[in-house]
C-alpha cells in the first residue's frame, strides 16, 4: 500500500508545525542569537562574535562535562538494555500476568522527575530509610555524598527504576510483532531457545531496539532534575554533567556563555539524533 | 524462575514507593491530636487544608487535560497525513519532529522564559501546557500515526464514497476505529506533561505552580516529610489510573516507521 502524492497534505500538518514553531524553532533561534552577544541585562547586550565558542572549545571544561555525560550514558545503555530486554523476553504473551507486568514497569515512568531523587534519598536516610538500614546491618559503608562510584551506582539505579520501564514496553512492543510461523518453523528445524533469539527475536526487534536506544541516549544526555537533586553534580564534579553545567550558567545569568554552552549541546543532541536515523532507514530497507 | 524474576521486579520497582507510602501515613511532625510516629491519615488531610497545595493540584489537572486536548486537536491531522499522503518534505517532517521531541528543555529555558513573558503566558497553566507540546506533539503524531497506518487504506475510501467530509470521517469514522491509540497517545502525553519539571518551575516563578513546584516549596527549615510523601503518593494516582486503561494497548503504540 503505497501512499498517495498529494501535497495539499501539508495543510493538515500546518497546524502542528506551527505550534511546534512558536515553542521551539524561535526559542532556539534566540538562543542562537544569544551565543554571539555579551549580555548584561537583555536590554544592552554586547556583540562579542565566536568568543564564547572559542573559550568553550579552548578550556577541557567541555569535554570533561562531555566525558562524564557520555560514561553516563554508557552505563545506562549497558545495564537497562540487556535488563529491560531479558524482562520483555520473559513476559507471557496476551495473558494477564503480561499486562500486570507491563503496568508495574510502566509506574516509575509516571512519578514526577522531581520527585524521584525524593523517593530514592528517603531510602537512604540515616535515621528512617530501610536502605540505609540494611547496609547499616551488613556494614557496607555506602556514601553518595563523597564517594563518585557511589554517586555513579546510584544515579544509574535509579535512571533504572525510572526508565528501565520503556525499554521493556518498546522491546515487548517489538516481540508481539513477530508472527507465530516463524517460531513454529524454528521448532520445526529443532532450533534452541538462544538460536531463536539471535536468529529470529533481534533482528526482528533492532528497529525497535534503535528508538528505545535513541530515547534512552538522548535523555540520559538530558538527564537534570534527578542528578542535581541526589548530589547536585559532586561529588567534586563527578556527576556535574553537560546539561548540569549548563543549568548552572544559567541560575549564575551568564546568559552569552550560557547560550553557546546550549547551542554545541543542541548540536551535539542533533548529530546523535541523526545518526540513529541513518541507522534506522538502512534497518528498514 | 520466571515467578521469581517478576517478584524481584516487583520489589525492585514497588519498593521505593512502600517507603514514601509509609511515610506518607506517618505523623512526622507534632500535629494537634496525634503523636509523631503513629500511623495516621493526618498527612491527607492536612493537605487539604492548605489552599496553596489544593490549587497546585488543580493548576496541575488543568495544564496536563489542556496539553493532552491540544496536543490530539494539531497531532491527528497531521498523523493522518503522514500516513496516508506522500508531499514534498514529508520525511524531514519527521526529521524536525525528532529534533523537537530531543531538545534538552534546559536549553530552552531561557528564551521560553522571555518570550513567554512577553506573551503574557507566564504563571499560567496554559503556558505549561503549550510549551509541553514541544516534546508532546511528536509523541503523539509517532503513536498516532503508527495506528493510522494500521487500517486499511479502503476504509476511508468507503466512507468518503459515502459521502463523509475529511472532518466528519475524523469523528464519527476514523477516532473510534483508531480508540486504543488515542489512549496510548494521551497516556504518553499526560505522563511527560505530568512529570516535566524544567519548564513547570521557570513559568511559574511566582503563581500557577504545578504539584511538582508545591512539593519543593514544602521543603524548609522543618520539613513535613509525611506531608511531602501524602503529596507525593496524590501525584502518582492519575498516572497510575490512566496506565490501568491503557494497559493492553500499551505495547502497540511504537512499531517502527523511519
Not at chain 1, 535488563?83 to 500486570?100: D, E, H, K, N, V
Not at chain 2, 472532518?167 to 505522563?191: K, Q, T
Request: charge should be neutral; hydrophobic fraction near 60%; include cysteine.
Amino acid at each position: 500500500m503505497t501512499p498517495r502524492t498529494d501535497n495539499r497534505a501539508w495543510l493538515l500538518v500546518l497546524p502542528a508545525m506551527t505550534v511546534l514553531a512558536v515553542v521551539g524553532l524561535v526559542p532556539l533561534m534566540a538562543v542562537f542569537n544569544y551565543a554571539f552577544f555579551d549580555i548584561f541585562t537583555l536590554q544592552s547586550r554586547f556583540w562579542v562574535g565566536t568568543e564564547w565558542f572559542a573559550e568553550l572549545v579552548g578550556t577541557s571544561d567541555l569535554y570533561a562535562a562531555l566525558g562524564r555525560s557520555m560514561l553516563f550514558s554508557t552505563l545506562v545503555v549497558l545495564v537497562q538494555f540487556p535488563l529491560g530486554i531479558g524482562i520483555a523476553l520473559i513476559i507471557p504473551r496476551g495473558r494477564l500476568t503480561g499486562s500486570l507486568v507491563l503496568m508495574l514497569v510502566a509506574i516509575p515512568l509516571v512519578v514526577p522527575w522531581n520527585l524521584i531523587p525524593m523517593i530514592w534519598l528517603n531510602l537512604l536516610h540515616p535515621t528512617y530509610g530501610t536502605v540505609a538500614q540494611v547496609f547499616d546491618a551488613i556494614g557496607f559503608d555506602f556514601n553518595y555524598k563523597f564517594n563518585a562510584v557511589h554517586t555513579y551506582a546510584l544515579l544509574v539505579t535509579v535512571d533504572t527504576w525510572h526508565w528501565i520501564g520503556l525499554v521493556v514496553i518498546l522491546t515487548y512492543s517489538g516481540l508481539s510483532a513477530i508472527p507465530l510461523s516463524y517460531y513454529q518453523a524454528a521448532r520445526i528445524d529443532g532450533a534452541s531457545r538462544a538460536q531463536v533469539f539471535w536468529h529470529i527475536q533481534l533482528p526482528k526487534i533492532r528497529p525497535v531496539l534503535l528508538m528505545a536506544l535513541l530515547l534512552r541516549v538522548i535523555d540520559s544526555l538530558m538527564i537534570y532534575v534527578e542528578a542535581f537533586g541526589i548530589n547536585a553534580g559532586g561529588p567534586m564534579g563527578a556527576t556535574a554533567f553537560l546539561s548540569l553545567e549548563l543549568g548552572e550558567e544559567i541560575n549564575a545569568f551568564n546568559y552569552g556563555p550560557a547560550a553557546a554552552r546550549s547551542v554545541l549541546y543542541f548540536l551535539l543532541v542533533l548529530t546523535v539524533a541523526w545518526l540513529f536515523r541513518v541507522a534506522m532507514q538502512r534497518e528498514v530497507r | 524462575m520466571r515467578t521469581l524474576a517478576f517478584a524481584l521486579l516487583a520489589v525492585f520497582i514497588i519498593g521505593p514507593l512502600m517507603q514514601a507510602i509509609v511515610l506518607s501515613l506517618t505523623v512526622t511532625l507534632p500535629h494537634p491530636g496525634v503523636t509523631v510516629g503513629d500511623w495516621s491519615l493526618v498527612n491527607y488531610r492536612n493537605i487539604f487544608d492548605n489552599p496553596a497545595l489544593v490549587a497546585s493540584l488543580h493548576n496541575s489537572l488543568t495544564y496536563v487535560t489542556a496539553n493532552v486536548i491540544l496536543t490530539l486537536i494539531v497531532a491527528l491531522p497531521a498523523a493522518y497525513a503522514l500516513s496516508r499522503y506522500r508531499f514534498v518534505g514529508d520525511r524531514h517532517v519527521f526529521l524536525l519532529l525528532l529534533a523537537f521531541r530531543i531538545t534538552p528543555p534546559v536549553v530552552l529555558s531561557l528564551p521560553i522564559f522571555l518570550l513567554f513573558a512577553r506573551l503574557g503566558l507566564l504563571n499560567s497553566s496554559f503556558g505549561i501546557a503549550l510549551v509541553h507540546c514541544l516534546f508532546n506533539i511528536p509523541i503523539a503524531i509517532w503513536i498516532l500515526e503508527s495506528f493510522i497506518s494500521a487500517v486499511p487504506r479502503e476504509f476511508d475510501e468507503t466512507a468518503f464514497l459515502d459521502g463523509n467530509s475529511l472532518s466528519r470521517f475524523f469523528v464519527v469514522h476514523l477516532l473510534p476505529v483508531i480508540a486504543p491509540g488515542v489512549g496510548v497517545a494521551c497516556f504518553f502525553c499526560f505522563i511527560f506533561s505530568w512529570v516535566e519539571v524544567v519548564f513547570a518551575r521557570i513559568l511559574t516563578s511566582t503563581g500557577g505552580k504545578p504539584i511538582t513546584m508545591a512539593i519543593d516549596a514544602l521543603f524548609t527549615f522543618q520539613t513535613d516529610i509525611g506531608l511531602v510523601m501524602a503529596m507525593m503518593v496524590l501525584s502518582l494516582v492519575p498516572g497510575v489510573a490512566l496506565i490501568w486503561f491503557v494497559r493492553n494497548h500499551i505495547a502497540r503504540g511504537f512499531q517502527l516507521r523511519a
